[in-house]
């Protein structure tokens, strides 16, 4: 394959476990992964042998193409190698929340079937349950020094690009979540984008903040590794100290950034971040969410003379990122709209599907291309609702995502971001259907009914509130921690409201504009 620019990158790869190893090759010698908090570098020989011992191990217990890993990954090496073994061998995986409630972890595992759970922590989560609900086959990672490679692997050349290569489960309306499938191909694609658009070279270090079962991490890890660069990870710990999550970026001489708006709006707000920070940073990127105009300026002052700022954008199921717009001084002339996405990846083709009668330059964004993902894993209703024959022609098979994020497309081509077609939300950089935590609220006992919406603060913020009508007496705090206990805290709403009835609007369904209104008063017993 060949970058946009058209300079080699490494010898055609039909799949990704022949790439890493082009990779590995070329680059034995130089650092793939380096933790700045105690030092440690993993060179990508050491990485390549391990995923080679780890892919063994797999094949001797009879995983083979197509079958599923669940990984508990703590971005150890052997974690990140258990990855790479299991693109080598075919093998799709999915890496998992470790702070999951049960009952959303085994909705997952029920969905995706996996064949072992890779575990890469001390104490294996859910442990219990996991092996009550039948997933009892665990290779745990810290064992690895008892463990051997039984029999020899077989040629990587069997995995075709359009062969999946791992699932990534985002929230679902219906309490159901949805696990996107992206193929090699498709990181193919995106791997030789993301290196031309950003300029990557071996010479550089990638920051890993992103959680390595959130959608941002695709860029960390892909980008990184695939280019003979550095990847720096950093434990969710660690990120959580605004000060030492700093100071390890600076430790680390980090080239390249990228996260949520809102990790970066910490730092700023923490006043973690100054002039001397990041001394080594030539890019720093973010998405996710909207990034308030007000806080980018302030992260715009103070590294806009020395690196530049691009705002990205991407749906999971289109492979992380399709846009991607460099932060200019023009972009602050209007400081109450967000920064546009700007032109789409030269990958992508799309459509804007009208909504209204406000023409063809505004309504929801269709993605046509080689970084469409293959649909939901073990979902074909939501698959065929989602990715649709484009809806322009009839003339062959031109299959896209319809994202449901409504853009506006100005005189210039660039697109800019206005909203979502549905109920879905991005909130702390996740991608939430607020259906899901409705469903969630619903199987409390003596909730007649329930709503949630997401109230915005101003400046780019905003909460999750929910509301329900009780058969009995119940309290807020109460009713919050059952929610907690069902789905992951990002989704948690921050306050709940108990009404004796939810408002209505003249078509009898739930009014959510009165809710909103409501959401202005504190929440009642």
Not at 188 to 202: C, G, H, N, Y
Not at 289 to 310: H, N, V
Not at 362 to 384: H, I, K, M
């Amino acid at each position: 394959m060949l970058p946009l620019t058209g300079k080699p990158i490494m010898t055609f790869a039909p799949n990704l476990g022949i790439a890493f190893q082009e990779i590995a090759r070329r680059h034995a010698d130089r650092t793939a992964l380096l933790y700045p908090a105690t030092g440690e570098r993993i060179t990508y020989r050491e990485l390549g042998l391990l995923a080679d011992r780890i892919a063994g191990i797999l094949w001797a217990r009879g995983l083979r193409h197509g079958q599923v890993a669940a990984i508990f990954h703590d971005k150890s090496p052997a974690a990140f190698a258990a990855m790479l073994a299991c693109l080598r061998l075919g093998i799709l995986y999915t890496n998992l929340d470790p702070g999951n409630p049960w009952e959303r972890q085994r909705k997952i595992l029920n969905t995706c079937q996996p064949r072992v759970i890779i575990n890469a922590f001390p104490d294996i989560p859910c442990g219990y349950a996991l092996g009550a609900e039948g997933f009892r086959d665990v290779l745990h990672l810290r064992d690895m020094p008892a463990l051997s490679q039984a029999e020899p692997l077989p040629e990587c050349g069997a995995t075709g690009g359009g062969s999946p290569a791992y699932i990534m489960f985002t929230s679902g309306s219906t309490g159901m979540p949805k696990g996107a499938v992206m193929s090699h191909a498709n990181l193919l694609w995106f791997i030789a984008w993301a290196r031309d658009r950003f300029a990557v070279t071996p010479d550089d270090v990638l920051s890993n903040v992103n959680p390595i079962y959130f959608d941002n991490s695709v860029f960390d890890f892909y980008t990184a590794i695939f280019s003979g660069a550095a990847l720096a990870p950093v434990t969710p710990d660690q990120v959580r100290d605004a000060r030492l999550l700093v100071r390890l970026v600076n430790d680390a001489g980090c080239t390249i950034w990228f996260s949520v708006p809102s990790l970066l709006v910490y730092l700023l707000t923490t006043r973690a971040l100054t002039t001397t920070d990041f001394p080594a940073i030539r890019k720093i990127i973010f998405g996710g969410e909207g990034f308030p105009k007000s806080k980018l300026r302030q992260l715009y002052d103070i590294f806009g003379a020395r690196a530049e700022l691009e705002n990205v954008y991407g749906p999971t199921e289109c492979t992380c990122i399709c846009s991607a717009h460099t932060i200019g001084k023009d972009d602050f002339v209007d400081m109450q709209n967000l920064a546009p996405l700007g032109l789409l990846a030269q990958n992508f083709g799309f459509e804007i599907l009208p909504v209204d009668e406000t023409g063809n330059d505004s309504g929801e964004l269709f993605l046509r291309g080689p970084q469409v993902g293959l649909g939901y894993y073990n979902d074909p209703e939501r698959t065929a609702r989602a990715f649709v024959q484009n809806p322009r022609h009839a003339l062959y098979a031109d299959v896209g995502y319809r994202s449901g994020d409504l853009v506006r497309r100005d005189a210039r081509g660039w697109l800019h971001f206005k909203g979502r077609a549905d109920f879905q939300i991005k909130h702390m950089g996740y991608r939430i259907e607020l259906e899901e935590i409705e469903a969630a609220l619903g199987t409390l006992p003596d909730v007649g009914e329930c709503a949630v919406i997401y109230q915005k603060l101003g400046d780019g913020l905003g909460q999750i509130v929910a509301f329900a009508a009780m058969g009995a007496p119940a309290s807020p705090e109460e009713m919050l921690r059952r929610i907690a206990a069902i789905v992951p805290p990002y989704m948690t709403p921050r306050r709940l409201v108990i009404l004796d009835l939810l408002p209505k609007n003249a078509n009898g369904k739930i009014d959510r504009v009165a809710l909103q209104a409501l959401a202005t008063f504190p929440s009642t017993p």
